[in-house]
Protein backbone atom coordinates (compact mmCIF):
# COMPACT_ATOMS: atom_id res chain seq x y z
CA UNK A 1 0.00 0.00 0.00
CA UNK A 2 1.39 3.05 -1.08
CA UNK A 3 1.58 5.96 1.71
CA UNK A 4 -1.25 8.92 1.55
CA UNK A 5 -1.05 12.20 2.58
CA UNK A 6 -4.26 13.46 5.21
CA UNK A 7 -5.72 16.42 6.39
CA UNK A 8 -4.39 17.40 9.79
CA UNK A 9 -5.24 15.19 12.69
CA UNK A 10 -6.14 11.93 10.26
CA UNK A 11 -4.29 8.77 10.25
CA UNK A 12 -0.97 9.04 7.90
CA UNK A 13 -2.12 5.58 6.07
CA UNK A 14 0.68 2.90 5.20
CA UNK A 15 1.26 -0.69 4.34
CA UNK A 16 2.19 -3.23 6.59
CA UNK A 17 6.34 -3.89 7.10
CA UNK A 18 7.95 -7.15 6.25
CA UNK A 19 9.89 -7.13 9.56
CA UNK A 20 6.12 -7.56 11.42
CA UNK A 21 5.80 -4.02 12.61
CA UNK A 22 4.12 -0.88 12.02
CA UNK A 23 3.99 2.50 13.47
CA UNK A 24 1.82 5.52 13.92
CA UNK A 25 2.29 9.26 15.48
CA UNK A 26 0.16 11.44 16.05
CA UNK A 27 0.04 15.15 14.63
CA UNK A 28 -0.31 18.64 16.47
CA UNK A 29 -4.21 19.62 15.50
CA UNK A 30 -2.36 23.02 14.22
CA UNK A 31 -0.24 21.63 12.02
CA UNK A 32 -0.38 21.88 8.26
CA UNK A 33 -0.95 18.88 6.34
CA UNK A 34 1.50 16.14 6.65
CA UNK A 35 4.05 15.32 3.99
CA UNK A 36 4.52 11.18 3.38
CA UNK A 37 6.97 10.25 5.52
CA UNK A 38 8.47 6.40 5.56
CA UNK A 39 6.01 3.83 4.85
CA UNK A 40 4.39 2.56 8.33
CA UNK A 41 3.81 5.70 10.16
CA UNK A 42 1.16 7.94 12.05
CA UNK A 43 1.85 10.77 14.39
CA UNK A 44 -0.37 12.63 17.00
CA UNK A 45 0.69 15.89 18.64
CA UNK A 46 -0.08 18.08 20.88
CA UNK A 47 -2.13 21.80 19.60
CA UNK A 48 -0.86 23.69 22.63
CA UNK A 49 3.30 23.19 22.47
CA UNK A 50 5.07 25.78 19.85
CA UNK A 51 7.19 22.60 19.09
CA UNK A 52 5.08 19.62 18.08
CA UNK A 53 5.19 17.00 20.87
CA UNK A 54 4.39 13.58 19.51
CA UNK A 55 3.78 9.92 20.33
CA UNK A 56 4.77 7.42 18.05
CA UNK A 57 3.39 3.97 18.80
CA UNK A 58 4.87 0.74 17.01
CA UNK A 59 3.19 -2.47 16.95
CA UNK A 60 5.10 -6.15 16.25
CA UNK A 61 4.32 -9.24 15.50
CA UNK A 62 6.74 -11.92 16.18
CA UNK A 63 6.33 -15.13 13.96
CA UNK A 64 4.22 -17.97 15.78
CA UNK A 65 6.86 -20.80 17.57
CA UNK A 66 6.70 -23.74 19.66
CA UNK A 67 6.00 -23.02 23.58
CA UNK A 68 8.93 -23.62 25.51
CA UNK A 69 7.28 -22.16 28.57
CA UNK A 70 4.38 -24.89 27.37
CA UNK A 71 6.92 -27.56 26.91
CA UNK A 72 8.08 -27.00 30.49
CA UNK A 73 4.15 -27.19 31.81
CA UNK A 74 3.68 -29.83 29.84
CA UNK A 75 1.52 -28.61 27.19
CA UNK A 76 2.54 -29.10 23.36
CA UNK A 77 1.62 -25.34 22.58
CA UNK A 78 2.08 -22.96 19.55
CA UNK A 79 2.48 -19.34 20.50
CA UNK A 80 2.34 -15.65 19.17
CA UNK A 81 3.49 -12.50 20.64
CA UNK A 82 2.53 -9.28 19.59
CA UNK A 83 3.47 -5.69 21.43
CA UNK A 84 2.61 -2.38 20.75
CA UNK A 85 5.43 0.60 22.23
CA UNK A 86 4.75 4.18 22.27
CA UNK A 87 6.83 7.02 23.16
CA UNK A 88 4.86 8.14 25.78
CA UNK A 89 2.15 7.13 27.74
CA UNK A 90 -0.92 6.66 26.53
CA UNK A 91 -4.48 7.21 27.39
CA UNK A 92 -5.57 3.47 26.79
CA UNK A 93 -4.15 0.52 24.97
CA UNK A 94 -5.76 -2.59 23.45
CA UNK A 95 -4.47 -4.75 21.52
CA UNK A 96 -5.80 -7.89 20.03
CA UNK A 97 -3.65 -10.82 18.70
CA UNK A 98 -5.21 -13.57 16.91
CA UNK A 99 -3.36 -17.52 15.81
CA UNK A 100 -3.83 -18.88 12.36
CA UNK A 101 -3.37 -22.18 11.46
CA UNK A 102 -3.17 -23.40 7.85
CA UNK A 103 -5.19 -19.87 6.65
CA UNK A 104 -8.36 -20.40 9.66
CA UNK A 105 -8.37 -18.02 13.36
CA UNK A 106 -7.16 -20.71 15.34
CA UNK A 107 -7.27 -18.54 18.69
CA UNK A 108 -8.08 -15.04 19.46
CA UNK A 109 -7.28 -13.30 22.66
CA UNK A 110 -7.29 -9.38 23.98
CA UNK A 111 -5.80 -7.26 26.52
CA UNK A 112 -6.46 -3.43 27.55
CA UNK A 113 -4.21 -1.24 30.10
CA UNK A 114 -5.12 2.30 30.85
CA UNK A 115 -1.87 5.17 31.07
CA UNK A 116 1.13 2.71 30.20
CA UNK A 117 3.41 3.20 27.56
CA UNK A 118 3.20 -0.04 25.97
CA UNK A 119 1.78 -3.28 26.24
CA UNK A 120 2.09 -6.77 25.24
CA UNK A 121 -0.10 -9.96 24.91
CA UNK A 122 -0.06 -13.61 22.96
CA UNK A 123 -2.19 -16.17 21.69
CA UNK A 124 -1.50 -19.80 22.39
CA UNK A 125 -2.72 -22.99 21.51
CA UNK A 126 -1.98 -27.06 21.03
CA UNK A 127 0.58 -27.14 18.97
CA UNK A 128 -0.16 -29.33 15.42
CA UNK A 129 3.00 -30.55 14.15
CA UNK A 130 3.48 -30.16 10.06
CA UNK A 131 1.21 -27.11 9.81
CA UNK A 132 1.69 -23.27 9.17
CA UNK A 133 0.84 -20.93 11.34
CA UNK A 134 0.65 -16.72 11.47
CA UNK A 135 0.13 -13.90 13.70
CA UNK A 136 -1.68 -11.28 13.53
CA UNK A 137 -3.29 -8.13 15.70
CA UNK A 138 -4.23 -4.90 15.76
CA UNK A 139 -4.45 -2.43 18.99
CA UNK A 140 -6.74 0.51 19.14
CA UNK A 141 -4.56 3.70 20.92
CA UNK A 142 -6.23 6.57 22.65
CA UNK A 143 -4.04 9.51 23.00
CA UNK A 144 -4.23 11.66 26.08
CA UNK A 145 -6.41 14.51 25.85
CA UNK A 146 -5.06 17.60 23.43
CA UNK A 147 -3.73 15.09 20.88
CA UNK A 148 -4.61 14.48 17.05
CA UNK A 149 -5.70 11.78 16.08
CA UNK A 150 -7.63 11.41 19.23
CA UNK A 151 -8.19 7.62 18.75
CA UNK A 152 -6.65 5.54 15.81
CA UNK A 153 -6.03 1.40 15.34
CA UNK A 154 -3.01 -0.01 13.71
CA UNK A 155 -2.61 -3.64 12.79
CA UNK A 156 -0.13 -6.10 11.52
CA UNK A 157 0.87 -9.49 10.85
CA UNK A 158 3.80 -11.77 11.12
CA UNK A 159 5.38 -14.50 8.84
CA UNK A 160 3.77 -17.39 7.70
CA UNK A 161 6.04 -20.16 9.37
CA UNK A 162 5.59 -23.83 9.22
CA UNK A 163 5.92 -25.84 12.56
CA UNK A 164 7.50 -29.24 11.36
CA UNK A 165 7.53 -31.17 15.03
CA UNK A 166 5.66 -30.11 18.34
CA UNK A 167 8.41 -30.63 20.19
CA UNK A 168 11.63 -28.68 22.00
CA UNK A 169 14.43 -28.32 19.11
Known amino acids: ?29 ASAAPSPGP ?3 LTAGTAKAP ?22 K ?3 Q ?20 NLYKDGTLYKSSQ ?12 AARRCVKKKRYQGTAWADVVMPPGYLPPTQRIANKSEVVLIRQCKRS
Open 111 to 122: RSNAGRAKISHN
Open 1 to 29: MIPTPVRRGALLASGLAAAGAMTLTALPA
Open 39 to 41: ASQ
Open 74 to 76: GRN
Open 78 to 97: VNVVADVKCGKPVAHLTIRV
Open 51 to 72: VPDEIRCRINVHNPHYSHHGDF
